[in-house]
């Protein structure tokens, strides 16, 4: 269940309200799955956490289900080229703060790092300020992640 801290209902019922979308229980289950999870979840992860619980939401459910919130902008989602899409709650989540990703493609390990090195946050900073400059967009939001060879594997060769 979606943890509520008192301060009213969670922050993702606002976000319902303004596009139209129903609030439904499978919906909200999948939300409260994202929100607690420590890792980056696929669909099947999800649907073997929202199923027991909600018998109703099948894995086509789940599908569509987190389509719709990615294109709501509560979630996002992630490709680390293993063929399978990962999701992530955008806030909100136990592992809330904005963090950017390491992913090893050898062993599909995620470092979800939020140390970021002040060079990163010069180059986010100017990147974004130009960026909107010159395609006069508001940037609100970024999703940065690097491929390579995690420390583990690098020392297993
Ligand atoms: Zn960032
Ligand atoms: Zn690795
Ligand atoms: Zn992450």
Redesign the pocket.
């Known amino acids: 269940m979606p943890r509520r801290d008192g301060a009213g209902p969670v922050w993702w019922h606002g976000r319902f309200r303004g596009c139209g979308y129903r609030i439904t229980a499978g919906r909200e289950a999948i939300l409260g799955v994202l929100m607690i999870a420590e890792k980056h979840l696929s669909a099947e992860d999800v649907y073997n956490k929202v199923h027991p619980a909600n018998p109703a939401v099948g894995l086509t459910t789940i599908y569509r289900t987190l389509e719709i919130l990615v294109n709501m902008g509560l979630v996002f989602k992630f490709d680390f080229g293993d063929g399978r899409a990962r999701y992530e709650l955008v806030e909100g989540s136990k592992k809330s703060h904005h963090h950017h990703h390491l992913v090893?493609t050898?062993?599909?390990?995620i470092i979800d790092y939020t140390e970021f090195i002040n060079e990163e946050i010069e180059l986010l900073k100017t990147t974004e300020k130009g960026l909107s400059k010159k395609y006069g967009f508001d940037i609100t939001s970024h999703i940065i992640q690097f491929y390579g060879?995690?420390s583990?594997?690098q020392k297993g060769n």
């Open positions: 090893c050898k062993c599909m390990r060879i995690c583990v594997c």
